[in-house]
């Protein structure tokens, strides 16, 4: 594939932007593949990417019920950090948003990466606790973060109203090589790049079932027909369930939509991440000048992927204190996400009960984040066909023993 340039740009102006190839093709599947990856989302494809790139595994397939990244990975608010408090979480997301950093040079496709640094403010004490005690473990895991006092968060924020009559902030934990990335363009660079080594990319196309042999598994069953595989990655997030049942095996997850909205377009702003965990809400301007605003969690299971009325009420009632222009603000879109999550808030990369089937699932509200060390930890499990120093802590075994990975505290509001 010709690689993307300004020279490009300059040539394809000059001929009317006739000659620009497809970014990935469509092919009918093959009977079978070494590596078939469950869902082309941003995991699925980053999986698919760091096989080839990492280990040469190029006779791929990515399968996808509907159109890749239609999934979360596409209905994301895009925050990333890596500020978490447990050293195997800190590992990893450390990784991801490392790897982010120079994603768009390696993918030859721009994601839009803005460091622009991530706020989390404190409005409890307790809170003002609980982010020193993660900057500390952060200093000593390498992750760059610090504590800053309220007048910081002013400066870094001037939008913001901190002497709030019931929550007035106190501080917050700052991450200044957070920030945001363009989600479609995550999807769309790991699909190009997958394309290009050769994988095939295979969309409206359900997985309907799991076929196995022996305890290991042979292929799955297609709304495309049979397909033969070596080895299976199940990478669905609020389906993993489904799949897990497909492949005779049950997991610690629950299902239920995420919600999201934005707003019309404003003037810049705001040029730094905000989440504010006690009032339960977080926003972030988009490079459009749309103020992208996240809330909880639906408090019931569910497979929807719409919104609801009642959440958006609930969001901009707890941001207007904080933020008191959200209540001159017309609301554009709203929109929900299946998130899949886990008793620890804390992903599971891990071997399954079934031989040579993996799962990658379990980043609930914050996996946006996470989708290069994400794939680079499954990919390297896949390949050698055990969890290698970044997966090993996230095994499904940890449920059983106990062993959590406890980051309810840093995910407790998502992202
Ligand atoms: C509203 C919202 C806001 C969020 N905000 C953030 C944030 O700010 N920061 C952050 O880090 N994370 C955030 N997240 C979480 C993040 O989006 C997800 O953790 C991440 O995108 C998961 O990626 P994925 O590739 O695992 O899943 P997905 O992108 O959901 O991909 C899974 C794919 O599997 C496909 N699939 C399912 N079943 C089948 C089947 N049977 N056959 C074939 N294909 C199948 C689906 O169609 C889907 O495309 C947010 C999520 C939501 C919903």
């Not at 450390?94 to 994603?103: D, I, M, N, Q, V």
């Not at 886990?342 to 379990?362: A, E, H, K, M, V």
Request: aromatic content about 8%; glycine content about 14%; some cysteine.
């Amino acid at each position: 594939m010709r690689r993307y340039s300004a020279f490009a740009i300059a040539r394809e102006a000059a001929r009317y932007h006739t000659g620009w190839e497809r970014a990935w093709t469509s092919p009918v599947p093959k009977k079978k593949y070494d590596v078939i990856i469950v869902g082309a989302g941003g995991h699925g494809l980053a999986t698919a990417y760091y096989l080839g790139k990492n280990f040469g595994i190029t006779n791929v397939a990515v399968i996808e019920k509907g159109w890749l990244g239609g999934g979360n990975t596409g209905r994301n608010t895009t925050i990333i950090r890596s500020n978490y408090l447990e050293d195997d979480s800190a590992a990893l997301f450390e990784k991801a948003r490392s790897l982010y950093e120079t994603l768009s040079q390696d993918l030859n496709y721009n994601v839009m990466f803005s460091p622009r640094g991530v706020l989390m403010l404190a409005q409890t004490e307790h809170e003002v606790r609980g982010w020193k005690r993660t900057a500390q473990a952060n200093a000593y895991q390498g992750v760059e973060t610090e504590y800053v006092d309220a007048k910081r968060v002013k400066e870094l924020c001037p939008i913001m109203n901190i002497e709030g009559p019931r929550y007035p902030v106190l501080g917050a934990l700052w991450q200044a090589r957070g920030g945001t990335a363009r989600h479609d363009a995550v999807a769309w660079g790991y699909a190009r790049a997958c394309s290009d080594m050769g994988m095939d990319i295979i969309q409206k196309c359900e997985v309907t079932g799991v076929t196995s042999e022996g305890g290991k598994v042979t292929g799955v069953e297609t709304t495309k027909g049979a397909i033969g595989c070596d080895k299976l990655g199940i990478v669905v997030a609020g389906h993993s369930g489904v799949l897990a049942e497909m492949a005779g095996f049950r997991l610690p997850v629950e299902s239920m939509a995420l919600q999201a909205l934005v707003s019309e377009p404003i003037k810049p702003c705001m040029d730094v991440v905000v989440m504010a965990n006690t009032v339960h809400g977080y926003m972030s301007q988009s490079d459009k000048g749309e103020m992208v605003i996240g809330g909880g969690t639906d408090g019931f299971l569910n497979y929807t992927q719409r919104g609801s009325f009642h959440h958006i009420e609930e969001t901009i009632r707890a941001l207007i204190e904080t933020f008191p222009m959200v209540s001159r603000l017309k609301m554009l879109r709203q929109w929900g996400g299946i998130v899949d999550m886990t008793g620890d808030r804390s992903p599971i990369i891990s071997p399954t009960p079934l031989g040579n089937c993996f799962i990658n699932c379990g980043w609930g509200t914050g996996g946006f984040k996470a989708i290069p060390g994400s794939g680079w930890a499954m990919a390297d499990m896949m390949a050698k066909g055990t969890p290698g120093p970044l997966a090993k802590g996230f095994g499904l075994e940890r449920f059983r023993e106990g062993r959590f990975i406890d980051e309810s505290v840093a995910a407790g509001v998502a992202h």
